[in-house]
């Protein structure tokens, strides 16, 4: 396994008085893609949330590159380079598609620096021509792209990407998926992607944890899990 970029032990999560989350941990190697694979309410996107300190009140430990981030503000977890892509992506309609990507760059660092306009969209093609589109005039595929693009401003060392295949068309599913495996050859950019299509998933990563209940069930390689049918019934509705 690569060096760790991201490392958590025993992690608790809270809304309020509900406990979510129970005793989380897993990693996610530098360079790495990595599944988090469950049902809808299993604690993919509240896990998502914890990383990124919004909303969730946690105890545990949640480090990137050893550096603690369970006191950080949210801005400064996404300054030190972790970039959430929200499961309802909030690509602001009123905007163009060309401002909406210019916000991102406020997530980025002196020791990485936002990159040009140009080179994200040469990842993203398809928003080349979109550029002066409002938000809320572009379909949900052009808009989970958007949401992408955004986070890629950043820079990002470690890109949290909550269910981007959801409430998509199959041909837009491939090309996001498409745009997933293209990034994992940008330098060494780390992925945890949270989805309920496990298919889609394990096509696109190096390993994959199950959560349910808030609970880590499994973790292993994707050829593992396609080989525990029990565990896929359970767990994931396979």
Known sequence: MPEPRLEIEGLDGRYGTAHVLFGVSLTVGVGETVALLGRNGAGKSTLLK???RVEVETTGAVRLQGQDLTRLMPHRVARLGVQLVPEDRRVLGSLTVQENLELGRHAAAPDRPAPSLDE?????????????RRGRELSGGEQQLVAIARAMMGRPRLLLADEPSEGLAPAIVRQVGEVLSALRT?????????????RFALDLCDRVYVIDGGRIVFGGRPEELRGERELERRYLAL
């Open 186 to 198: 940008q330098g060494d950019l780390s992925i945890l992607l949270a989805e309920q299509n496990a």
């Open 120 to 132: 994200v969209v040469s990842l993203f093609p398809t928003l080349a021509p979109l550029l002066g």
């Open 50 to 52: 914890a990383i990124a």
